[in-house]
């Protein structure tokens, strides 16, 4: 399967422990915080402390070990983003599909309003999906942390094999 094939799995394996990271983070920093996930580790972006990262990064790798996937979902994830931009938008636009007449598009309005309406709400729940299922994976296998630094003031990088 190519969620399985090397590169990707190890981002999304990265992803799954960026986010457990960042819900770390979040009980005992109430800042602005990001991450960026790829095959050899990712970053944090925020004014945080080095030992705090680290810290943080340690118990969300032992609490991922221990089974606990949930926190591999993050809701500021950027799919959650994308999700909730993409169907509502594809949704609101395909009753225009094959339609010329500027009348006929007028009619057609409030079915694009509802669509547009449904597809928000669905995308809510298929975000949560397409993390769990696509963009992150809770099993770490043989993941190590081999290294976190910080790169520049609020950007910290964390190394993982």
Known sequence: MILDLPYILETRRNHALEHATLH?????????MAGHSNPTGFFIFGELPTGDIRAALNEAYARLRSGESGLAIH????TNMVATAFLPGTLAWLPFQGTRSTRARLLLVP??????VFGFVLSKPLGTWVQRNVTTEADLGNMQIVDVTLVRKGVHRIITK
């Not at 770390?24 to 602005?32: E, F, V």
């Not at 809701?75 to 950027?78: V, Y």
């Not at 079915?111 to 547009?116: D, E, Q, S, T």
């Open 24 to 32: 770390m983070l979040a009980r005992t920093h109430k800042i602005n």
């Open 75 to 78: 809701p500021g994830c950027g």
């Open 111 to 116: 079915i694009a309003l509802v669509l547009g």
